[in-house]
């Protein structure tokens, strides 16, 4: 008769050390996961942060881009709700832009208002010819929040500096708006993204919108509001 086999069993010391074996070869995979998985997460946020800047950039463009004549300048907090009867005041600027236009011209307000969240996009749309409008609306939105383009949430915790810089040549009249995109640290995030459109009605009228020099580049106050004031004019 053949003799069974005798299956000799794992032993308490051999389990406990082939356990350990396979923790540690657990925790290899793990480590050298940990970093692709921190490359995944990083390239996720630039790919959010990419389209927040450009969902920005494009309302900007496709409001001035129509644009008979703008003026686009940085205002403190004060300055913002100030009335019009402040100098240097964005009221101040609403009011002689409205009893300058003409009849078949709209005045309308963006506002890049700076928050704690950094800038947030607020559009203020139509002026009417009232100097108190655009304070009212100003006061509107910083106590209510109205007014407000997109929710806070969808701003991905980033800061944004813009730049508005304007060309006039035999081609016509150019705008080239830049955004820098900044952590909740004040670190650069994603670098300068770039919008370039052509400025139709300023084009056709040869006129020349009004920036302040400090929106031509990035050193201006995080505490400024950049207040874009605008005219569409209407042909036909």
């Given at each position: ?175 080239r708006m830049g955004v820098n995109t900044y952590d909740e ?52």
């Amino acid at each position: 008769m053949k003799k069974l086999l005798k299956k000799k069993a794992f032993t308490l010391v051999e389990l406990i050390v082939a356990m350990a074996v396979m923790v540690i070869l657990i925790a290899a995979a793990m480590g050298m996961f940990n970093p692709v998985k921190g490359i995944i997460k990083m390239v996720d946020e630039d790919t959010v942060t990419n389209a927040v800047t450009d969902t920005l950039t494009n309302y900007i463009s496709e409001k001035l881009k129509t644009a008979s004549t703008y003026n686009i300048k940085g205002y403190t907090s004060d300055q913002l709700l100030a009335d019009a009867s402040e100098a240097g005041s964005p009221a101040k600027m609403a009011a002689t832009m409205i009893s300058g236009k003409e009849e078949n011209e709209t005045v309308y307000a963006i506002v890049l208002r700076s928050t704690s969240k950094g800038y947030q996009l607020y559009d203020l749309g139509k002026l009417n010819n009232s100097t108190g409008n655009f304070t009212a609306k100003a006061t509107a939105m910083k106590d209510t929040d109205k007014y407000a383009v997109f929710n806070r949430e969808y701003y991905n915790d980033s800061r944004y500096k813009f730049t508005f810089t304007t060309t006039s040549g035999d081609k016509g009249t150019w705008c080239r708006m830049g955004v820098n995109t900044y952590d909740e640290n004040g670190d650069l995030k994603i670098s300068e993204r770039v919008q370039m459109f052509k400025l139709l009605n300023m084009s056709l009228l040869n006129l020349t919108p009004s920036s302040a020099a400090n929106l031509a580049d990035y050193t201006y106050s995080d505490d400024l509001n950049i207040v874009i004031l605008y005219k569409i004019k209407v042909f036909g």
